[in-house]
């Protein structure tokens, strides 16, 4: 059982390989976060909780003689606000009578075997392993609001997810005006934060900052989980280096607004709450009604930043993503966008495809203007039926032909915005999101629809449908250009104004959800102007998300490492394009472009036409060695092989198989100086024993010399040079 009650001490034991939570009912019902950290058994950990009388800091009613009891600076684990924590809460209700305080307190409990599910929002798949449910049920016996915590236990995994589910069970209407999934108070270890911040085109980059006693918020108001701060966040020990040392990951599996809390209190206690973003939130809970917070996936590891990636990693491949892609080889792609943009006709596209299958490439993709009248990025959007004026003969002739040249066919849509300059905007203009009386914010020319309507999820799911259904598409890229503004929904009452953001990412995993029931083949790739909306929340329904817009694999080596600290590469959609590249005009080598984009599900983002004889040749051999180590990178276990990269002058990474026989190292010199030493770096995850041959030297060796005394690189001159060493080993 990895899920314990012990009766007698009222404590809750959750186990898994490593780790070992606790959570404890004190003697009023107050249910207090005990323990998450190295597996302790059922060693009560409650001694780690010390009290004192600290000032300004009140105490429960049933607590006047001991001042040292407070919710201000009892570990929780879900905290409420208005009763005396003055901490971040997880919990704001607003009563009929206008009361703000909610005080929950323990009412029952129950174990199932299995994963629990949420409504309408994605989760961690239970899979065939042994996975355990914990709820608790808190009430407050005033308002009548229920909160049902649940916790499902991957023993295997070392993972634990959370999500909280919140019930009116009173005759009166309570809103909602803050909802969090989660919150882990944290008495000792947690020193730093980091967080993943970026913009477009340059996602993801980790940010290690030291707490002091303040409030670090990490969070995204833009209606998407967004470039700017990814919903996931690690808490470490000072010490915590890529290899050793103590992390713990709290990731929110949503795609919306969200928020992270991360306030160290006056007694060094670190809390971190994570949810659904409360600005400009709010949810009318009517008697009955049930509010599913989303699912956050939480993770300990005490083998340094690396070994928690790995946890991600694995829980990602094997339970969020479709289990459907799990083992299936990605297509090779050649994706027209960076190739001719807007600018081509059924022509210039049948050509790129003769080309995509000349290297060795499995799938064309037609990406942006193929559809209504768009010519540019001005127009068209919501008209998804296609130009034939542009593509004469249609889609389905096209897609026939590609196919006739033993090529799969992929499309480019962006379902949830419209131009106004469409037909469907002038014949719907309430079915975008925009404020009565206003002009709306415009970005890119577009507009953002109201996804929490039905009416327009039928229609989009009727124009998808019609694609699906006419021509053989076997992968579809679903974009989404633009950061929400002016949400308010034309159907909604004034009342709940607040919900439709929420809504709006409840319609979108409603309407994927529905494309993937009817059309599971189809491979769906997630993108957001590239990695706006990389989460854990669309991986559910895509199971790779184009990762940035910014295809400079220089740019690339450091959005990908951001992204592998969270995401495995078999979700990373990544391509070579053209050199000089479109987004920095920086010139760098094939080869380098290849084995940055090899790192994630490879592709091709340029016009063949415009290579030479000995660059086609190149890329060719790329495919085919992309294809040899394919497994390594889908299913290996990914090591980042140095820290910290300001200031260095090479970034490496490697992937080593399940059984570790076999791995491939990758190194690319970002900053070329004459005569410097040999790049040096010790590879990771071999076993100490076995003793492997590296293809490139032809040096045979111990996985312990390799790991322990590591290995020096010869590398080429020139800018931005890359090697790539694939070590199998010999048996013995
Ligand atoms: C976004 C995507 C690009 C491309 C364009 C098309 O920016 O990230 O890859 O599809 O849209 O407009």
Not at 87 to 112: F, H, M, P, Q, W
Not at 363 to 370: E, F, N, Q, R, S
Not at 599 to 605: K, R, T
């Amino acid at each position: 059982m990895s899920i314990r009650f012990i009766e007698s001490e009222q404590r809750f034991v959750l186990e898994t390989r490593q780790t070992t939570y606790q959570i404890k009912i004190d003697k009023t019902g107050c249910l207090r976060h005990v323990y998450y950290g190295k597996r302790v058994g059922d060693t009560d950990m409650d001694y780690l909780y010390r009290t004192t009388d600290r000032g300004f800091s009140g105490n429960p009613y049933e607590f006047q003689d001991d001042r040292t009891c407070s919710f201000d600076t009892m570990p929780q684990e879900y905290p409420t606000f208005g009763v005396g924590d003055y901490r971040v809460s997880a919990l704001r209700c607003l009563a009929k009578n206008g009361s703000r305080s909610t005080d929950l307190r323990y009412a029952s409990y129950e174990i199932r075997e299995g994963k629990y599910k949420l409504e309408g929002l994605p989760y961690v798949r239970g899979g065939d392993e042994k996975v355990e449910t914990l709820f608790i049920r808190l009430k407050d016996s005033v308002t009548g609001i229920a909160v049902d915590l649940m916790y499902g236990v991957f023993e295997e995994k070392d993972v634990i997810t959370r999500s909280a589910c919140i019930r009116n069970e009173s005759q009166e209407t309570v809103i909602l005006q803050k909802a969090a999934s989660m919150c882990l108070d944290i008495p000792y270890g947690a020193d730093d934060l980091i967080s993943f911040n970026g913009r477009h085109c340059m996602e993801r980059q980790p940010f290690r900052q030291r707490l002091g006693q303040n409030i670090v918020t990490v969070g995204s108001k833009r209606g998407m989980s967004s470039h700017h701060n990814n919903p996931f966040v690690i808490l470490c020990d000072a010490e915590t280096t890529e290899d050793s040392g103590e992390s713990r990951g709290v990731m929110l599996m949503y795609s919306g607004s969200h928020k992270e809390e991360i306030e160290k209190d006056q007694a060094g206690t670190v809390r971190l709450v994570a949810g659904i973003q409360d600005e400009g939130f709010s949810w009318i809970l009517d008697p009955g009604d049930i509010f599913w917070t989303p699912e956050a996936i939480l993770s300990f590891s005490f083998d340094g930043l690396n070994g928690l990636s790995a946890n991600y990693h694995r829980i990602i491949r094997e339970n969020v993503c479709d289990p459907m892609f799990r083992n299936k080889r990605r297509p090779v792609l050649l994706n027209s966008w960076e190739a001719s943009y807007f600018s081509f006709n059924e022509k210039t596209i049948y050509e790129l495809a003769v080309q995509a299958k000349d290297l060795g490439a499995d799938m064309l993709v037609l990406d942006d203007g193929w559809f209504g009248s768009r010519d540019s990025d001005n127009s068209g959007l919501g008209d998804w039926t296609v130009n034939e004026q542009k593509l004469k003969g249609g889609l389905t002739a096209l897609s026939d032909k590609v196919h006739d040249l033993g090529l799969q066919f992929g499309l480019w849509i962006e379902p949830e915005m419209v131009n106004e300059n469409s037909d469907l905007y002038r014949m719907h203009p309430d079915w975008a999101l925009s404020d009565p009386g206003r002009k709306p914010n415009v970005a890119r020319n577009q507009l953002v629809l109201d996804m929490s309507r039905e009416d327009v999820r039928e229609y989009l799911f009727s124009c998808i449908n019609a694609l699906l259904k006419e021509s053989r598409i076997e992968y579809l890229k679903w974009d989404f250009n633009r950061s929400p503004a002016n949400i308010y929904s034309h159907l909604l009452p004034p009342e709940k104004q607040g919900e439709v953001m929420h809504r709006f990412v409840l319609g979108v995993y409603s309407l994927l959800a529905r494309i993937r029931e009817a059309y599971p083949e189809v491979l769906i790739e997630g993108c957001a102007g590239g990695g706006g909306r990389f989460d854990a929340g669309m991986l559910f329904y895509t199971p790779q998300i184009w990762c940035s817009d910014n295809t400079d694999p220089i740019a690339r080596l450091f959005i990908q490492e951001g992204t592998s600290y969270g995401y495995p590469a078999c979700t990373v959609g990544s391509h070579v394009s053209a050199s000089p590249n479109h987004q920095t005009g920086r010139t760098t080598p094939l080869s380098t472009r290849g084995i940055v984009a090899s790192s994630g599900i490879l592709g091709y983002e340029l016009n063949p036409a415009s290579l030479s004889d000995a660059e086609k040749g190149e890329i060719r051999a790329q495919i085919e060695t992309y294809k040899k180590y394919e497994h390594l990178i889908r299913e290996g276990t990914y090591y980042r092989l140095k820290e910290n990269h300001s200031g260095a002058e090479t970034v490496c990474w490697a992937f080593v198989s399940p059984e570790k026989d076999e791995a491939l190292v990758n190194l690319v010199s970002v900053n070329v100086a004459a005569k410097t030493p040999f790049p040096h770096i010790k590879l990771k995850g071999l076993r100490e024993d076995a003793v492997y041959m590296i293809d490139r030297t032809g040096l045979r060796t111990t996985g312990a010399a390799l790991m322990y005394g590591g290995c020096s690189f010869d590398i080429p001159e020139g800018d931005y040079p890359c090697t790539q060493l694939h070590l199998t080993e010999i048996p013995g």
